[in-house]
């Protein structure tokens, strides 16, 4: 199949409507503080008053915390992001006095040692009894750095769970800990539920192809599960350079809404209801898939769609034909066909196909609705769409009723054919779908590709997919 020679496919400015050129931004990073509600609201340690190693509790922001051989330290030598830290030495520890209400997922710590000590090893420990008895979480953490750090853990115990952390050598060296952050874990196999939603972008096929940029963020080449800067030091100042990724002004707009979102790194497995992996489908409200570049494999299609018919939400975003940017003989629009039409599920279960074509146009042609989430949500109205080379869409209401055109080709009757975005729902899930990348795309990237600003281009890209995201995440 020919390749796209353009840079950026997708993104690449119409003739008619040249984008403005893109200026270099570096890449900020905020100071790791939040003013406003996180998806998992850190324990910052700067509330609660403890000057003393002897062992005692202290009523922090989260709760009671007991310290042994350890304080909150405000000095200059005490490494922190606000006014306290935990100091901890000898063999000590900090551990909850209470229950998380919602399970624990993900856990991430800040750490480094104090002033400028020898380093020392440290572990998480977790409870699902009320500290009955305890279980080591991960591997064992050094801290040698003068600087804070984040170590990541992954629970996933849903149910009553507390955490400790263990100083275990390094006698009397002392380490900090600040800003230990546990984000809620849903389990079973339905999404879970709550008013903050998770959310999970791909980056398992192939979205850092070529010259695209697909992803949240993008590190060394790598598309991490956890984006970095760790996203509770997002405030609703946070510029979307804060992640290096050309859909970073999406996650960001999401945690700035309060909720949780996570990559899918290459090399991550596309299950659902499988308890082995950490990012089983299971455990979010919304996966994201923008512009794949690898075909699904039919046990990723079968996790798909099992997925969305047990109530998960699906946004599928394709490309115009001839953009395969790995030379792999598989373009997005074939990609989200095969898923469709080749599945052991359920042939066109959304009840729409992505054409084989390739339009540059901006449209106004919009459903006009009081009353639909996408089109009228919380973020305002939609009323028109930027292909900039994109795929459109062919309708099929016999094949699934619920089937609804939202954003069609300029001119034509908003029928079932020419249709720019549309969206559906399949058993207890939803699925949205919009046949260009160029809309999603911020501008930034990675070093040396070239991507340019749709999210800002007009005053609904941000709306739809944001919108779009709620409504599938069921808000």
Known sequence: MPVCSRPACSAWPSPARPFRTPRPRPRQRPPLRRTSAPPASPET????????????????????????????????????????????????????????????????????????????????WASSNSSSSYAKVGSTITSSSTSLSTASFTVNLSGAVRLQIR???????????????????????????????????????GELAGNADWVLDVNSGVASALPTPAQSGITSTTPETYWTGAISAWGVALVKRGHTVEQLPAGGRITYGDASNSQDLSRYNVFVVDEPNVVFTAAEKTAILRYVQNGGGLFMISDHIISDRNNDGWDSPEIWNDLMQNNSVQANPFGFAVNSDNIVENSSNALVSS??????????????????????????????????????????????????????????????????????????????NTVYDGWNENVSHARLHLNASLWLAKM
Do not use: C
């Not at 809620?184 to 096929?205: N, V």
């Not at 919380?378 to 099929?396: K, R, Y």
């Not at 549309?422 to 990675?446: K, N």
């Open 371 to 448: 009353t639909n989430p996408i089109m009228n949500g919380a973020l305002g109205t939609v009323s028109q769409l930027s292909f900039h080379n994109g795929a459109t869409m062919t309708l099929n209401p016999t094949a699934n009723s619920t089937v609804q055109g939202l954003i069609w080709r300029v001119g034509v009757a908003k029928g079932n054919s020419s249709v720019m975005a549309a969206s559906s729902t399949f058993g207890t899930g939803r699925v949205v779908i919009i046949g260009d990348s160029s809309p999603a795309d911020d501008g930034t990237g990675s070093p040396g």
């Open 45 to 124: 340690f700067d509330s609660g008053t403890k000057t003393a190693y002897t062992t005692g509790s202290v009523t922090l922001g989260s709760g009671s915390w007991t310290l042994n051989d350890a304080l909150l330290g405000n000095t200059t030598a005490d490494h922190k992001t606000g006014t306290q830290s935990v100091r901890v030495r000898n063999v000590g520890s900090l551990s909850m006095n209470f229950n998380t209400p919602s399970g624990a997922g993900v856990v991430t710590v800040q750490h480094a040692v104090y002033g400028t000590d020898g380093s020392s090893a440290w572990e998480l």
């Open 167 to 205: 100083k275990i050598s390094g006698g009397t060296n002392r380490i900090n800990i600040d800003n230990v952050t546990i984000e809620q874990y849903g389990g079973g196999t339905t999404p879970p539920t709550g008013t903050a939603k998770k959310f999970l972008f791909d980056g398992s096929h």
